[in-house]
Every structure is written in structure tokens, then in C-alpha cells.
């Protein structure tokens, strides 16, 4: 098992530019989240999605975009990225209480 | 709505000695409490977690913490700690609810001095 996955490991943007981080789970989780921490901050939610076609708004959702096509994906994208948006990405999935974290990608807008 | 403090930003520490991580949290309604380590340039891994039951939780590598529901607090400890437990600690709590949203502290930088 590879367990959650994230592509790409590493980007840098420029202002204004759009991308897409891609997640994936081999574990057949039903719900999936995507995360960014920022030093001293901690992790804040963006988004969620508690099944296969469904998603919701975290804490910090302005700015992004979500879509759960597929049971194992769960895609954020940013459609005009700003430097606030500098941060590490981390997806989760978990079938209940307990959350098993991606490796990140680390996210650089200039 | 949940918060979570965690009252430590950093953490030094001799290798050998006990430590204390301090988590205070607030919720009005009942919650699942966790804590998660992040090793550096790694995803966070789930330490130990209460959901029920006996207030001292024990988790993987030696750490426990105590749920104290009268002091809202999660404080996680070890007896001894070793040069490989130097990592960011998050405390976090999650509400019952569908979907299980969690809600993180800052994080605890723990640094093990030889």
C-alpha cells in the first residue's frame, strides 16, 4: 500500500497562475481533506469531502477550488495563485476518526 | 466551535529527561482529542488519541496524555526522551459529526539536546 500520495512535490508560481495538486488514496477512505500549514499557524482545512462526488468548505477555503470525481482523488486547485497562497499543501484520508497524512508539496508563488 | 492552544511554541530538552507538552482546548460539545508528530519534511503520523473511556491514553514510542475534562486539557508526556523525538507536535481535536473536521494547535517544536 502506498497509502495518500501527492503530486507534485514541489511548484513555484508566479502570481496569477493556475495549477492543480492531485491526492490519492489506495486505502478505499471515504472521507479526504486538504490542509495548508503556514509557520506558527499550524494545519487549517481548506476543503473536505465526505464521499465520492461531494465537498465541502473548511476554515480557510477562499481562493481555492476542489473537485472528488473519484473515490480515491481528491484534486485542489488554485485558478489564480497569490503569494499568500506560499504554504505546504497536505491532503489526509481517513475512514473515521483518525487521519493518515500525505507527504506535502510545498508551494512557492513569486 | 472547537479551539485548540498549545502553550509551548518550542520545547528544549536533555536527552534522558522527562517532558511535558501542553494542550488546553475548548468545545462545547464532546470531542475526540488527538496528537500527531511531524518529523521534518514528512506528513504528520498519529502519536495516540482519546475517545472514550480511561483518561490516560498510551501511544506509539513511550508518549502518553492525560484527558482532563474539568481543565479541558490533553497534555502529552514522556518519561525519557531520545535525540529521535526531536519533531513538531500537534495536538488536535475533532468533533463527532460527519466527516470528522479537525482542528489544530500551532504545533510544539521539541528539540532533544545530547
Known amino acids: 500500500n502506498a497509502g495518500v500520495t501527492q503530486t507534485p512535490k514541489f511548484r513555484v508560481l508566479k502570481t496569477g497562475q493556475s495549477m492543480t495538486l492531485l491526492c490519492a488514496q489506495d486505502m478505499n477512505h471515504e472521507y479526504m481533506y486538504w490542509y495548508r500549514q503556514d509557520p506558527g499557524m499550524g494545519l487549517r482545512l481548506i476543503h473536505y469531502s465526505v464521499g465520492e462526488g461531494t465537498t465541502a468548505k473548511g476554515e480557510v477555503p477562499d481562493g481555492y477550488n476542489v473537485s472528488r470525481l473519484k473515490k480515491q482523488n481528491f484534486l485542489l486547485g488554485l485558478e489564480s495563485a497569490a503569494p499568500s497562497q506560499t504554504s505546504v499543501y497536505f491532503c489526509?484520508?481517513?475512514?473515521?476518526?483518525?487521519?493518515?497524512f500525505g507527504p506535502g508539496t510545498r508551494l512557492l508563488v513569486l | 466551535a472547537q479551539s485548540v492552544t498549545q502553550l509551548d511554541s518550542q520545547v528544549p530538552v536533555f536527552e534522558e529527561a522527562p517532558v511535558e507538552l501542553r494542550c488546553n482546548y475548548s468545545s462545547s460539545v464532546s470531542v475526540y482529542l488527538f496528537w500527531y508528530v511531524q518529523y521534518p519534511n514528512q506528513g504528520l503520523q498519529l502519536l495516540l488519541k482519546y475517545l472514550s473511556g480511561s483518561t490516560l491514553v498510551k501511544g506509539i514510542n513511550g508518549f502518553e496524555a492525560e484527558f482532563n475534562k474539568s481543565q479541558t486539557s490533553f497534555h502529552l508526556r514522556k518519561p525519557s526522551v531520545h535525540i529521535s523525538d526531536t519533531a513538531e507536535y500537534f495536538c488536535?481535536?475533532?468533533?463527532?459529526?460527519?466527516?470528522?473536521?479537525?482542528?489544530f494547535g500551532a504545533g510544539t517544536r521539541l528539540f532533544v539536546k545530547a
Open positions: 489526509a484520508s481517513s475512514y473515521s476518526e483518525t487521519q493518515y
Open positions: 488536535a481535536v475533532s468533533d463527532l459529526t460527519g466527516g470528522f473536521k479537525t482542528i
